[in-house]
């Protein structure tokens, strides 16, 4: 069932002076008329602006540069469009050009992890491709705002086979992303050739693509997109659904198709202020998600970005809807809450604390109600000595031609066959005076 409301009708007849559906639905027609000054939002939306905020608007326009899909664009409440959360995400706000000291052109330290151009190896066994610079909304909190609109540039063959030689020699990565900008904002073609180049080296195991498409421009998913993908088979994807509303008729039967192929969908939200900040509203949004076949996968913190203060929220709040979801409803509707670590360190999950105490015989742990409850520790548990030495042990692990690996992080200090027995940083004051 297609539902195209008068809204709709009326920003098409505007955009290309018919209402002709085929266009509304052709994904190059809704990139082509991306909005992406205020004169033409003005007309389009009906929603008006007054000359000094107008000004400031432009300003921030010039410094981080707008785009909105005409299909994203008519899910704006414009009665009530300074509280929409599909206008706070896609529409600019004078609040970005705020920067405050702890903000960061690069708080993920991207640049630093990336061995060869637009390839992030930051992870023992998994990569992260930059394919795209290109999206066709420009999402206000995008982490990644000094890249996305400063150019939109698509790296060509020769410097991408760079990357893909890397994945090729490096035979620990079993798990290859690709990432972007949006890697659907790619030609079938082009995708194409990077998929069956990533596909033909024996030692990827998977692939996945994130992508915001579904939300922003679902009509870039279809039929001969999805062929297309399912020959590259395991393939995963993660999109981008910030707010239940942004789920509607033209998203979900874009979820379908990818679901129906066998795609096995996840979900990536960002924490982010006067959008979601809310545990009704992401309850809501993951139930919805689950519904339509997408396990809800990371709900970021909002990264330390220049031009995100307005949207970061205090980490209590992440908790607090966490919180509110184990235990209360279905563990597969819960995402994993991440702080994406400034400088490089990765993402680092948060939680709740359920684990309130424990002696050596028994733990003290509490529920989602607030029963605390305890668990006994077995009396007579006879941990198996391990070496790494695979071949003498009792236990029936065949790892065939697996690779073994080094014992990283805490995982040493819990390793029988590592004696390191503290992880001291660098730079320790304390170190540094024993050696002088
Ligand atoms: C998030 C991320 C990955 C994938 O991490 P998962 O936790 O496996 O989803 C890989 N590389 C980089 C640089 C990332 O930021
Ligand atoms: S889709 Fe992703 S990369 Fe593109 S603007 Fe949005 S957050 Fe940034």
Not at 19 to 46: A, L, P, V, Y
Request: glycine share 6%.
């Amino acid at each position: 069932m297609e539902v195209f409301s008068p809204y709709q009708k009326n920003i098409t007849k505007k955009i290309g002076k018919t209402f002709e559906i085929s266009h509304w639905k052709d994904w190059k027609w809704q990139i082509k008329h991306r909005i992406r000054d205020i004169d033409t939002f003005e007309k389009i939306s009906g929603i008006h602006f007054e000359t000094q905020k107008r000004t400031k608007i432009e300003e921030t326009i010039s410094e981080f540069p707008m785009s909105i899909t005409p299909y994203y664009l008519s899910l704006i409440d414009k009665d009530n469009y300074e509280n929409d959360p599909i206008f706070i995400q896609s529409f600019p706000s004078p609040s970005e050009l705020v920067v405050h000291k702890c903000e960061m052109t690069d708080p993920l330290a991207e640049d630093k992890d990336s061995p060869v151009p637009y390839l992030m190896h930051r992870y023992p066994d998994r990569v992260l491709l930059h394919v795209s610079n290109v999206c066709s909304m420009y999402c206000r909190h995008c982490t990644r705002k000094r890249k996305v609109g400063e150019v939109d540039s698509i790296p060509d063959k020769e410097v991408l086979q760079k990357g893909i030689d890397y994945i090729r020699q490096t035979k620990q990565i079993r798990d290859v992303l690709l990432s972007g900008g949006d890697p659907l904002m790619l030609s079938n073609d082009y995708l194409e050739w990077i998929l069956s180049e990533i596909r033909a080296i024996p030692h990827v195991e998977i692939i996945r693509i994130g992508s915001r498409v579904p939300a922003v421009l679902p009509y870039r998913i279809t039929k001969e997109l999805i062929s297309m993908l399912k020959k590259f088979h395991p393939l995963w994807l993660n999109t981008h659904f910030n707010h239940p509303r942004e789920i509607t008729a033209s998203s979900k039967e874009a979820l379908r198709l990818l679901a129906d192929a066998g795609i096995p969908l996840g979900n990536q939200s960002v924490l982010l202020a006067g959008v979601n900040d809310c545990p009704k509203i992401i309850r809501k949004l993951c139930h919805k998600l689950v519904q339509n076949r997408v396990r809800p996968y990371y709900l970021y913190q909002c990264d330390l970005s220049r031009g995100l203060s307005h949207f970061r929220t205090p980490v209590g709040k992440g908790i607090e809807i966490i919180e509110s979801m184990i235990g209360h409803t279905s563990g597969l509707a819960v995402p994993t809450y991440v702080i994406d670590s400034p400088g490089g360190g990765g993402k680092i999950p948060i939680m709740p604390n359920y684990l309130i105490s424990w002696s050596t015989n028994k733990v003290v742990l509490r529920n989602y109600e607030g029963v605390i409850t305890t668990y006994k520790e077995p009396d007579s548990y006879e941990p198996i000595f391990c070496d790494r030495n695979c071949d003498d042990c009792d236990l029936q692990l065949n790892l065939e031609e697996g690779i073994e690996r080094a014992s990283i992080g805490i995982e040493k200090l819990l390793s029988d066959a590592n004696r390191t027995i503290a992880l001291v940083p660098e730079d320790n004051e304390r170190y540094s005076r024993r050696n002088q």
